[in-house]
Each structure stands twice: as C-alpha cells, then as structure tokens.
C-alpha cells in the first residue's frame, strides 16, 4: 500500500519527478529516447536527485498516433524489472493511457499510474490502481494526441484554469468512486495538451483555480509554449525557460515538479530553499 500524501510529506520542497521516455518518439530529446539507453536515463536521474521516476513508452505529444500496447509493454516493462533489481526502493510511476499497461506496471511495484487521457481512454485504470493500493496522476487533456490542438479541443470559452477545474474534478470523482483513496489522487493541468501558447500562461497564473498547488504536479518541462515566447525552437535549448517556471512553481509550493532537467531543478531548488531560509548570506 503506497501512501502518496504521506511521502510528499517527508520531502521538504516539491519533489522532483525526472523524466524517462522509453518511446524513441520524444519532441524534446532529439531521438535519445530509446527503450535501450532508458535505464541508463533513469539510473543519471537518480543519482542527479530525482525523488520518482515517470517512465513512458508512448509519446503523447502533439499529432502523435497511438502506440500498442505490446510494444508499450516491450519499453517499459525491461526498464522498471532493471531498475527494480538495482533500486528497488525508487519510487516509480508509469505514464500511459492502456489498462493493459498499467497493470502490468503494477504487477511489478510500480507505486504510480500518471494517465493523460484523465480516464478517458482506459476508464479500468482506477479500478486497477484501487485494487493495487497505488496512486494516481491524472492529467488534463481532450481529444487524444493526434487531434488534441484542434479548434474544437482548445475552446475554453468559460476560461481555461474555471474548465480545467471542472474537468479534473469529474475524473477524480471517477477515480474516487473506483475506490483511490483522496490522498492517492494528484492533478497535473496539462501544459500543452489541448492548449494553446496563450492558454499554457493564462493557467500558469491561475492554478489556484484548479486545486490547492501542495496537489498539483506541474509538468513544463522543454514545452512548446516556452519557446513561442522566446523563439527557441529547439526543445532541448529551452532548459532556461523550463527553469524559471519550475522554480517559480516551487516557490508558490506544488506538490511535483516532472521534469528533464533534474540535476538543474534539484540543484537550483537547494538555493531557492536557502535563500528561503533567510540564510543566504551567511557563513
């Protein structure tokens, strides 16, 4: 039995969440994404500082088409039994949208399921994570990858923060009448999926809205609305514009921060929480 609330509780500032894409798919990291070299990812992330470790084996972004769930499975699983032999105690979260999957996941002590359909998809994931004692992230999103920017997907006429409240809610109360406990369920508002550039900065500075912030988990990492602001069209040069968000997330207090950068965040986290201390400058 996995008690989310209780672990957050036990680490002193938003815990860091390190990315590892099993796909060979991402748009951010340039083709490096390959099931082969995602344990070594994994294994950097932890020893960078990462407090969980998020592993997917189908990309989500933008006009991407859906991955079978047996090649999902081929990704993902190699990498959670290695790493579950050489850090058995890691905290580990599987991203995906497939029942079958998150099954799986579970079966071998995944503690987390992060599903971005928000239950849409594979409504059976809440069952699953009841029956296992897990957590569960659920992340906003409409339409799947492939057509989730368009104009009917990213009409939020009532606002985007009032919607994305509103749409969560109703998954979390899917989720919680499967049987996840309220400390197991966390929100993510889902930067980039069916958003637009605009709507990714109205919800930044409306999160309030959505949830207390201690609930949320914030994932902007290398994101596509950083770079329309800066004109850096190369994911993987965003790490500037990825980082001041983070630490800007960190210091209005969410609870996860899911990111590529960890050994920057972790980093740059220890110098926000001293200089938070009031004892920056001291010797």
């Known amino acids: 039995m996995f008690d989310l609330s209780s672990f957050l509780e036990n680490i002193p500032r938003p815990a860091v969440m390190g990315i590892v894409n099993a796909s060979g798919e991402s748009f951010s990291e340039r083709g490096r994404s390959s099931a082969d070299s995602a344990l070594a990812r994994a294994l950097a992330h932890l020893d960078c500082g990462a407090d969980i470790l998020d592993i997917g084996g189908e990309s989500t972004r933008p006009g991407a088409k859906e991955t079978a769930e047996e090649l999902e499975l081929n990704r993902v699983l190699p990498v959670l039994r290695n790493l579950r032999k050489v850090h058995p105690e890691t905290v580990l979260s599987v991203d995906t949208r497939h029942g079958r999957v998150a099954q799986a996941a579970l079966q071998n002590g995944v503690q987390i399921i992060n599903d971005v359909s928000m239950l849409r998809k594979s409504p059976e994931i809440a069952d699953l994570v009841a029956q296992y004692g897990a957590a569960l992230i659920l ?64 919800l930044l500075e409306n999160l309030e809205k959505i949830s207390p912030l201690s609930n949320l988990m914030i994932g902007v990492s290398r994101k596509s609305f950083l770079g329309a602001l800066t004109g850096e069209n190369d994911p993987v040069r965003r790490s500037g514009e990825t980082l001041a968000v983070e630490l800007l997330m960190a210091a209005k207090g969410v609870g996860v921060i899911r990111t590529h950068g960890v050994r920057e965040l972790h980093n740059a986290l220890l110098v926000l929480s001293k200089l938070q201390s009031g004892e920056g400058g001291k010797k």
Not at 142 to 157: D, F, V
């Open 139 to 202: 992340s906003h999103s409409r339409g799947t990858p492939e057509n989730m920017q368009a104009p009917e997907y990213c009409s939020y006429p009532d606002g985007v923060a009032e919607t994305v409240a509103v749409e969560l809610a109703a998954a979390k109360e899917k989720a919680l009448k499967a049987g996840v406990r309220q400390e197991n369920i966390m929100l993510d508002p889902g930067f980039g999926f069916a958003k637009n550039a605009d709507q990714c900065w109205e």
